[in-house]
């Protein structure tokens, strides 16, 4: 997976896990940001300090980011399942 934080990553997709489990983890990622931002949308701007707010949208860029890595992985598998087909 990556991250901005680190050179080398940590956190490892393993890209061989069957593509249901993967579209699965990348659902849940992607309906709990949406969650968590429609929570945010709701609250006052005013009753939150700018500091609060940057932590607010960096959760939410790393939540995306690692939602858009896994569909990469599953895209990737879906491009090399293709192109064997059509071999």
């Known amino acids: 997976m990556s991250h901005p ?3 080398h990553p940590v956190l490892l997709i393993d890209a061989n896990a069957p593509l ?3 579209h699965a983890c990348a659902a849940e990622c992607l309906n709990v940001v949406l969650k968590y931002l429609d929570l945010i949308a709701c609250a006052r701007l ?3 300090l700018e500091h609060d707010i940057n932590t607010v949208t960096n959760i939410a860029r790393i939540m995306v980011q690692d939602v858009s890595d ?3 992985v599953i895209e ?12």
């Not at 990737?76 to 071999?87: C, I, K, M, P």
């Open 20 to 22: 249901r489990d993967l």
């Open 46 to 48: 005013q009753d939150h």
């Open 5 to 7: 934080a680190t050179d």
């Open 70 to 72: 896994v569909f990469r």
């Open 76 to 87: 990737q598998r879906g491009f090399n399942a293709s192109s064997r087909t059509l071999l």
